[in-house]
C-alpha cells in the first residue's frame, strides 16, 4: 500500500521558513508525480505545488510562486517543499499526495494522501 508521511512543519513568525518533507514507505516515489495541498480551517483543500516525476516540471499556485520551492531526492524517496517569507495566509495543515500521471495541482488528481502536517504563521 502507497504510504506518504509528512513532516517538517511547525509554529514560525510571519517572514520565517520551513522546509517540508514527503517521505514515501512501501513504493518508490520515481514514478510518481508528487503534489503538495493545504486545508486551512473552514477552507477546501487547495494545491500548492507539484512535480513531475523526472524532476523536469514543477507548477505553483499564485499565492506562493517566488516564496515555496518544490524539489525531490529520488534516492531518498523524498520530495520537499522549501517555504521561505512565510505569512499568517499559509497557514494550514499540508498534505503531499502522489499520482502515477502528470504534474497537477487539482486535488481531485490524486488518490494517495499522507496523514498532514500542521504550519503556523503567527507572532
Known amino acids: 500500500q502507497l504510504q506518504l508521511v509528512e513532516s517538517g512543519g511547525g509554529l514560525v513568525q510571519p517572514g520565517g521558513s520551513l522546509r517540508l518533507s514527503c517521505a514515501a514507505s512501501?513504493?518508490?516515489?520515481?514514478?510518481?508525480?508528487i503534489g503538495w495541498f493545504r486545508q486551512a480551517p473552514g477552507k477546501e483543500r487547495e494545491g500548492v505545488s507539484c512535480?513531475?516525476?523526472?524532476?523536469?516540471?514543477?507548477n505553483y499556485a499564485d499565492s506562493v510562486k517566488g516564496r515555496f520551492t518544490i524539489s525531490r531526492d529520488n534516492a531518498k524517496n523524498t520530495v520537499y517543499l522549501q517555504m521561505n517569507s512565510l505569512k499568517p495566509e499559509d497557514t494550514a495543515v499540508y498534505y503531499c499526495?502522489?499520482?502515477?500521471?502528470?504534474?497537477?495541482?487539482?486535488?481531485?488528481?490524486?488518490?494517495?494522501w499522507g496523514q498532514g502536517t500542521q504550519v503556523t504563521v503567527s507572532s
Open positions: 499526495a502522489a499520482r502515477g500521471g502528470y504534474c497537477s495541482l487539482s486535488v481531485d488528481h490524486f488518490g494517495s
Open positions: 512535480i513531475s516525476s523526472s524532476g523536469g516540471v514543477t
Open positions: 512501501g513504493f518508490t516515489l520515481d514514478y510518481y508525480a
